[in-house]
């Protein structure tokens, strides 16, 4: 039987088509450019204390391009409005990953309840002791579902980005993709600061504050 990494490759790549990852590695672009444009606007958020405030941004407008990426081109990506169990992080669910900005590309993302409920099932694809013998629990075409982080960085520029598969106990990377392998599609489609659409950094903004209403002094 394959071990842990082989085995969370290969359910990865089924169903993390080239297209997809393609299109998220763009959307990810896309994202910092409508973080750095709403910096930019905002005298609030260029100050020096605004500083502060540019992870939780960049992680918004991230999430919001996926989406809105998967809206425009026709993306079979089921999206979920949802917070943290005790109601303080609205986010995304994307289907069977959620999105987080870590500081290293190996880094984990800070613990939270509901990262932590997603992840049980990768337990299906940890290599366990049976009579003395590792080995997986379950054979390849019985995984049914699992749980992928998207994680990126870079304080102005993206200087990173992975899809990883977590362990159970999201301590160790069972699997890990560099989205900056991913072929994107060849039209222009990451617009250039200048060209993007108020009403797209409004609406980044929008769902920015709300966030910050929800989640107080966090």
Same mark, same amino acid.
């Given at each position: /039987?394959?071990n842990? /990494?082989?085995?969370?490759?290969?359910a990865? =790549?089924?169903?993390?088509? #080239?297209?997809?990852?393609g =299109? @998220?590695k763009l959307?990810?672009?896309?994202?910092?450019?409508?973080? %750095?444009?709403?910096m930019?606007?905002?005298?609030?958020?260029?100050?020096? @204390?605004?500083?502060r %405030?540019?992870?939780?941004?960049?992680?918004?407008?991230v999430?919001f *391009?996926?989406?809105?990426?998967?809206?425009r081109?026709?993306?079979d990506?089921?999206?979920q409005?949802?917070n %943290?169990?005790r109601?303080?992080?609205p986010?995304?669910n994307?289907s069977?990953?959620?999105v987080?900005?870590?500081?290293?590309?190996? *880094?984990?993302p800070?613990?939270?309840?509901f990262?932590?409920?997603?992840?049980?099932?990768?337990s299906? /694809?940890e /290599?366990?002791?049976?009579?003395g @013998?590792l080995?997986? #629990?379950?054979d390849f075409?019985?995984?049914?579902n699992?749980? *992928?982080?998207l994680t990126?960085?870079?304080k102005i520029d @993206?200087d990173?980005m =992975?899809?990883?598969?977590?362990n159970?106990?999201?301590?160790?990377?069972?699997?890990?993709?560099?989205?900056? %392998?991913a072929l994107?599609?060849?039209e222009?489609?990451v617009p250039?600061r200048?060209?993007i659409?108020?009403?797209?950094v409004? *609406?980044?903004?929008d769902?920015y504050i709300?966030?910050?209403?929800?989640?107080?002094s966090?």
């Amino acid at each position: /039987m394959n071990n842990e /990494m082989v085995f969370a490759k290969r359910a990865f =790549h089924q169903d993390f088509s #080239p297209f997809f990852l393609g =299109h @998220v590695k763009l959307a990810i672009g896309h994202g910092y450019i409508l973080a %750095n444009q709403c910096m930019y606007d905002n005298d609030f958020l260029k100050a020096y @204390v605004g500083r502060r %405030n540019r992870s939780h941004l960049q992680n918004t407008a991230v999430e919001f *391009a996926i989406k809105n990426r998967a809206e425009r081109f026709g993306i079979d990506l089921s999206v979920q409005e949802t917070n %943290n169990s005790r109601g303080t992080f609205p986010h995304y669910n994307f289907s069977i990953f959620t999105v987080s900005r870590t500081p290293e590309y190996d *880094a984990f993302p800070r613990d939270a309840i509901f990262r932590s409920m997603n992840s049980d099932i990768n337990s299906q /694809m940890e /290599m366990t002791d049976r009579n003395g @013998v590792l080995d997986l #629990p379950i054979d390849f075409g019985e995984v049914e579902n699992y749980y *992928a982080i998207l994680t990126f960085g870079g304080k102005i520029d @993206v200087d990173f980005m =992975h899809f990883g598969i977590p362990n159970s106990d999201i301590n160790r990377w069972l699997y890990q993709y560099n989205l900056a %392998n991913a072929l994107a599609p060849l039209e222009k489609v990451v617009p250039e600061r200048e060209e993007i659409a108020e009403t797209t950094v409004a *609406a980044v903004k929008d769902q920015y504050i709300k966030r910050q209403e929800v989640s107080g002094s966090e």
